[in-house]
């Protein structure tokens, strides 16, 4: 099946620290998704992507869709204790079925 | 209050047991999915379902079974065929089946099978 892949897989960062997570598909993505799970808990909807080369802020947050649609950047700006957890890119690459990307997992260290 | 529920959080079968994780959701969805997370891994969708009583494979269905006889129950048997069944297990839901639409997860059953 598809791919959707993500990089880093592991990030450690000083607090205050900048993070980016990119996420690549092998086909073009109609849209994106990103998710952002906290230690022992459950998935979270953070944002949706549509168009090509989209940009969206959620304050600290930078999320951008590739012009090709074919991949996905997540950007944190000063990260804070808050923003630890595992953050998710999902696509649907072939038609109404998901695939969630391998994950980043975010420490942040105080 | 709206939301997804799971149950039980923690569940301890014996190997060659079959055992049934239950999800209900009360957000008048149509369409419920079930994914399995292992460490360090994403989730991998297992079974979803557009609409009553119709539902498709995921990726990994071999050794689990599924059911939509209401709207708002999607539970998950998870059999003596899935060769290894210890993982988080997360059922989750949206307004409808199409790639637009955001998934809401509930809190997820973490199965170990001894």
């Known amino acids: 099946g598809q791919q959707v892949m993500q990089i880093p897989q592991y990030q450690h960062v000083q607090e205050g620290e900048d993070f980016t997570t990119y996420c690549n598909s092998s086909t073009t993505l109609s849209n994106i998704q990103w998710y952002k799970q906290r230690p022992g808990g459950h998935p979270v909807f953070l944002i949706q992507?549509?168009?090509?080369?989209e940009v969206k802020k959620q304050k600290r947050l930078t999320f951008q869709f590739g012009e090709a649609k074919k991949n996905s950047s997540l950007h944190i700006t000063a990260t804070q204790t808050t923003d630890v957890g595992t953050y998710f890119c999902?696509?649907?690459?072939?038609?109404?079925?998901?695939?969630f990307g391998t994950g980043t997992s975010l420490t942040v260290i105080p | 209050d709206g939301g997804i529920t799971q149950s039980p959080k923690y569940l301890f079968r014996k190997e060659g047991q079959n055992v049934t994780l239950s999800c209900e959701q009360n957000l008048n969805h149509d369409a419920m999915y079930w994914y399995r997370q292992d460490p360090g891994q994403g989730l991998r969708l297992i079974y979803y379902s557009q609409i009553v009583n119709d539902f498709q494979k995921g990726d990994i269905a071999e050794g689990y079974s599924v059911s939509r006889e209401k709207k708002e129950s999607f539970p998950l048997t998870v059999t003596s065929a899935q060769k290894n069944p210890t993982a988080f297990y997360l059922c989750?839901?949206?307004?409808?089946?199409?790639?637009?639409?955001?998934?809401?997860f509930g809190p997820g059953t973490r199965l170990t099978v001894l």
């Open positions: 989750a839901s949206s307004i409808g089946l199409g790639p637009d639409h955001e998934q809401f």
């Open positions: 992507l549509v168009k090509s080369g």
């Open positions: 999902a696509g649907p690459p072939d038609g109404n079925q998901f695939y």
